[in-house]
């Protein structure tokens, strides 16, 4: 659910802002992925799609990242702990203790731990 979540966020923050870079994006490979659980400790999930749509539109990654950021966060605002920004155009994505308990509890009687 989380993954597919993010995905679908991703495809409208690109199809809103960046209409006519669609079919460019599509042929490019916009990752979401687990990066690596060991120090530096960089998220939940990350994506690249920053550092690719400035290679195919010519501006830099971080003036997106505000931008990008509002968009996620106003698309559900419990799901992330916290977005943040690393170069040269990842944004790495902490998924919230809160949201994660509560998806637990969907399945299960009694709060993670």
Same mark, same amino acid.
């Given at each position: 659910? +989380? ?12 199809? &809103?802002?960046?209409? =006519? ?9 916009? +990752?979401? !992925?687990?990066?690596?659980? &060991? ?5 939940? $999930?990350? &994506? !690249? ?10 501006? =830099? ?5 505000? *931008?990008?950021?509002? $968009?996620?966060?106003?698309? =559900?605002? /419990?799901?992330? *702990?916290?977005? &943040? ?8 994505? /902490? ?8 998806? @637990?509890?969907? @399945? @299960? =009687?009694?709060?993670?731990?």
């Amino acid at each position: 659910m +989380t993954l597919s979540f993010i995905r679908k966020n991703i495809s409208e923050f690109i199809s &809103t802002n960046f209409p =006519d870079k669609i079919d460019i994006l599509n042929d490019l490979d916009v +990752t979401l !992925n687990n990066p690596l659980k &060991t120090p530096p400790y960089f998220g939940d $999930h990350s &994506t !690249n799609v920053l550092m690719l749509l400035s290679f195919v539109s010519g501006g =830099d990654p971080l003036d997106y990242f505000e *931008e990008f950021k509002l $968009h996620m966060i106003s698309s =559900d605002q /419990s799901l992330f *702990e916290e977005i &943040t920004y690393c170069p040269p155009g990842f944004v790495n994505f /902490s998924i919230s203790h809160k949201y994660l308990n509560q998806q @637990h509890l969907n @399945h @299960h =009687d009694k709060p993670y731990s």
